[in-house]
Nanobody, 124 residues
Framework: QVQLVESGGGLVQAGGSLRLSCAAS????????SGWFRQAPGKEREFVAG????????YYSDSVKERFTISKNNAKSTMYLQMNTLKPEDTAIYYC?????????????????WGQGTQVTVSS
């Protein structure tokens, strides 16, 4: 069983930055393809960024490309999401997710494990 725990959320002004972390236990991130999703009030959970098992192949949704950077430190079994130039529309609960299968995935149903989420609020 894999447990994922997010941290690093908070309140920030528009234009500011935050870095989210996701720590894995039970299995290391080196054996998992992983990603970040977010869910705003009244909206469905949406894909933000994903990264391969080795950490060398990141990919992003169009809405965060050029502003967010996903990375992972497999030795520490931790994944990160560096968020820059934040906008009010980035306000959401951010979830860490992971799966055992290979390959890119941008839909929630393809992920096996989920964290509890961390709130990110961007004020205008």
């Amino acid at each position: 069983q894999v447990q994922l725990v997010e941290s690093g959320g908070g309140l920030v002004q528009a234009g500011g930055s935050l870095r989210l972390s996701c720590a894995a236990s039970g299995r290391t991130f080196s054996s998992l393809h992983s990603g970040w999703f977010r869910q705003a009030p009244g909206k469905e959970r949406e894909f933000v960024a994903g990264i391969s098992r080795g950490g060398d192949t990141p990919y992003y949704s169009d809405s965060v490309k050029e502003r967010f950077t996903i990375s992972k430190n497999n030795a520490k079994s931790t994944m990160y999401l560096q968020m820059n130039t934040l906008k009010p529309e980035d306000t959401a609960i951010y979830y860490c997710a992971a799966k055992s299968a290979f390959g890119r995935a941008t839909t929630t149903t393809l992920y096996d494990y989920w964290g509890q989420g961390t709130q990110v609020t961007v004020s205008s």
